[in-house]
């Protein structure tokens, strides 16, 4: 063995994944993780934990999966984690854990992710639950959103005694985990649903269906319904375009309703009645993981796919792992591109895009080097659907039915990092609602802060 080097991960071959929305990754099989699991050094100041949002013990679990104690080791994330087989897939381990690995000084980092996810996908094949809390404390929080801040504050805080309920405004439980995350890097019915039933075993109730500002209000769930403390988790659902000439056009898709059409609706099965235009040459506007997961979902569905984002590769924003797995399976990049105008038929409907190389120049205020155009360089793509990738902002319905709770000039709701307070009293918040679109783990850990927020605020009141 060679500890310099990461035991590889069985993958599908691209030319067979990008045909069928099954898993992409395999994931290790005991002997394979025991054998990784070997390649930690057991830091005993660990730089891996201090680069993990939720702080899970990692040299712990490590270990124990390293003596062969599965079992063990899924307490010990356990104890900081509601969702480690999502965790395990999702997570940017390469700039977080990973990027900390002392292992990865010399030689590769150690795959704390793939470790994770085995340990956990264990834990769900051999039926082992979370640890409820021993009793109730008599108090009540409602959670706004069941996406991966609100499931994770609502674990925290059921193990630790409150009796707490999830408002979901969709028909199924998730968040951005079943609407917005394909199948092939998220199963839903094996790994997602089971994550959220070991979230419901430590006697948190979700409900479905509730969409706050419109169903009941904030004020209400506190001075009307009994809670003590309400946690807002209600993501950014809100899609962003470019404001350019064409962009009303028939064919013309938000990432956000094209991945929902897809993840949460099932249009790619046959057995659903889910319409989506699958398009027969499409462009992904955006450089992001939600421009990957679109383009790779249209190339699933047949379609020539191109990416166009206006930086160069250095700058996208995507994990290198979703560009490596999209280059394989065949995905056209057109870097340093912008769209200038989407070319329109006589019927309204998408026949092409125009567009314009780019050049980089000095760096912008967020560091990376800014987009110029070229003169003269404008040419035209041939489409007959186009996904825009550039992010999505959070719905105003909440904010604006909520009495005395601040937000800022790009509508997020202003709240603290430590524990997740807002300027309502009682009232906490955390995850993409208060950041804007950003990763599944940095909402776990917003969800994990206003966790012990609550705690504190209602144990002290």
Request: hydrophobic letters at 40%; aromatic letters at 6%; one cysteine or more.
């Amino acid at each position: 063995m060679d500890v310099l080097k990461k035991v590889p991960v069985r993958e599908q071959a691209p030319d067979v994944r990008n045909h069928n929305f099954e898993e992409v990754c395999l994931g290790y099989n005991k002997e394979e993780a025991v054998e990784e699991a070997a390649r930690c050094l057991n830091c005993k100041n660990a730089q891996c934990v201090k680069g993990c949002p939720v702080s899970i013990n990692i040299p712990e679990f490590i270990h124990n999966v390293k003596e062969g104690n599965i079992e063990e080791a899924y307490r010990v994330i356990g104890q900081s984690s509601a969702l480690p087989a999502i965790c395990g897939r999702v997570c940017p381990q390469e700039s977080q854990c990973e990027g900390k690995c002392i292992r990865g000084i010399k030689g590769e980092a150690v795959s704390i992710g793939k470790l994770e996810r085995f340990v956990a996908d264990w834990a769900r094949e051999n039926d082992i639950k979370p640890e409820k809390a021993a009793s109730k404390n008599g108090k009540r929080v409602a959670v706004i959103g069941s996406g991966p801040s609100g499931l994770t504050c609502a674990g925290d805080l059921a193990k630790l005694g409150y009796d707490v309920t999830i408002f979901e405004a969709l028909h199924e439980a998730g968040g951005v985990l079943v609407y917005g995350i394909p199948e092939f890097r998220l199963p839903k019915d094996t790994v997602v649903k089971h994550e959220i039933e070991n979230v419901k075993s430590l006697g948190v109730e979700i409900d479905t269906n509730v969409v706050i500002g419109k169903s009941v209000t904030i004020d209400q769930l506190l001075d009307e319904e009994g809670f003590d403390a309400v946690f807002i988790g209600s993501g950014a659902g809100l899609p962003r375009f470019m404001g350019i000439p064409g962009e009303n056009a028939n064919g013309v898709f938000s990432a956000n309703e094209y991945l929902t059409r897809n993840n949460l609706m099932k249009a790619f099965k046959t057995d659903y009645d889910t319409p989506i235009a699958a398009g027969t040459k499409v462009a992904v506007v955006g450089g992001g993981n939600v421009a990957m997961d679109a383009a790779r979902t249209a190339l699933r569905l047949g379609a020539e796919v191109h990416i166009v984002y206006r930086r160069s590769e250095a700058e996208l924003p995507a994990r290198a792992e979703e560009v490596h797995h999209a280059k394989e399976e065949g995905i056209v990049f057109d870097l340093l591109t912008n769209p200038t105008e989407i070319l329109v038929d006589e019927n309204g409907w998408v026949k092409g895009m125009k567009c314009i190389r780019m050049e980089l120049g000095e760096p912008d205020a967020s560091g990376r080097r800014r987009p110029v155009e070229i003169e003269g360089s404008e040419f035209e793509l041939d489409l007959d659907t186009v996904i825009m990738a550039l992010g999505t902002s959070p719905n105003p319905l909440i904010s604006s039915t909520t009495k005395g709770l601040e937000t800022n000039k790009r509508a997020c709701i202003v709240a603290d990092e430590e524990f997740g307070r807002t300027s309502k009293e009682g009232v906490f918040a955390g995850g993409d609602a208060v950041t804007g679109a950003a990763t599944v783990i940095l909402a776990m850990g917003a969800g994990k802060a206003a966790a012990k927020g609550i705690h504190e605020y209602l144990s002290n009141k």
